[in-house]
């Protein structure tokens, strides 16, 4: 049986006569599986929240910036008209 320490991890891989690899880790286990679970639930909350700013600082808000300034252009003239036909 030959073994194979990671220098960065807590990992040592065994190899067997058989050539098949079986994995030991140190210490304790990094996660449950319900924390694993939790995790993920985490992660994809996180990268779902990431993207809608995104997408709202990219698209929605100049949208909404552009628009307002449209209108307020439109009714300064439409005063400006309204003024000059009086």
Known sequence: MIGI???FS????FFTSEESI???????KM???DQ???F?????ILTIGFWLMIF???????YWLIGNLREMAKERKEAKRAQ???
């Open 84 to 86: 000059l036909e009086e």
């Open 40 to 44: 993920l639930a985490f992660l994809t």
């Open 36 to 38: 694993y679970l939790g």
């Open 10 to 13: 807590r990992t040592i891989c």
């Open 31 to 33: 996660f449950e599986f």
């Open 56 to 62: 709202l600082l990219t698209f929605v808000v100049p």
């Open 5 to 7: 320490i990671t220098l």
């Open 22 to 28: 079986f994995v030991k880790t140190k210490g304790v």
